[in-house]
C-alpha cells in the first residue's frame, strides 16, 4: 500500500471509529448508575428509599419521584377537601350511622371534625395520585420521615 492509500483507508475507518466513540463517550454518563440527586429537607430519605425500594419490588421508577412539603394547615385543606367529595361523604355519614348504632363512639362525637384534626395532627406525609407528587409536613421528625417516605413511595411505583 502506498502512503496515500494507506492514509485513506485509516480516515475510512477512523471517521466511522471517531463517531461509535462520541456516541459511546456521550452515553456512558447516563450509563454510570449515578443516582439521582433529590432536592429539600428531605432529599436524603428519598435518595436512600429508592434504591431499596427498587430492589425489593424488582420495578424501577420510570421518573424520579416528585417530593413536595407542606405546612400542617396545607394537609388539613387536603384532608378537608377528601371529606368533601358527594361520594366520600355518603359512605362516611353511613360509616358513622354504624358506628354510633353499634355504640362504639359516643353520639354527641362530630367524627368527620375529629378525623380531620386527628389526621391533621398524625399525618407526617403522603402521596396524591392526582398529583403524583409525595407530600410531605414541614418539620416532622427525620425519624419518622424516613418510614413514611418508603412506604408512599411504594403508592407511588404502583401508580
Not at 436524603?44 to 394547615?73: D, H, N, Y
Not at 418539620?139 to 420521615?145: E, F, I, T, W, Y
Request: aromatic share 8%; hydrophobic share 40%.
Amino acid at each position: 500500500m502506498t502512503l496515500n492509500r494507506t492514509l485513506a483507508f485509516v480516515s475510512d475507518v477512523s471517521r466511522p471509529a471517531f463517531i461509535g466513540a462520541l456516541a459511546i463517550v456521550a452515553m456512558v454518563p447516563a450509563c454510570s448508575g449515578k443516582k439521582p440527586k433529590y432536592e429539600g429537607p428531605y432529599a436524603t430519605q428519598v435518595g436512600q428509599a429508592v434504591p431499596m425500594i427498587e430492589s425489593a419490588i424488582g420495578l424501577k421508577f420510570k421518573t424520579p419521584p416528585k417530593v413536595e412539603t407542606r405546612s400542617k394547615a396545607q394537609v388539613r385543606e387536603f384532608v378537608t377537601r377528601q371529606f368533601k367529595d358527594a361520594k366520600a361523604m355518603r359512605e362516611f355519614a353511613g360509616q358513622e350511622r354504624a358506628y354510633k348504632r353499634l355504640g362504639l363512639i359516643p353520639d354527641t362525637l362530630k367524627l368527620q371534625q375529629f378525623l380531620i384534626g386527628l389526621l391533621e395532627e398524625q399525618i407526617v406525609g403522603f402521596y396524591d395520585p392526582g398529583t403524583k407528587v409525595l407530600y410531605l409536613v414541614d418539620g416532622s421528625a427525620k425519624d419518622q420521615v424516613g418510614i413514611i417516605v418508603t412506604h408512599e413511595l411504594v403508592h407511588s411505583l404502583q401508580d
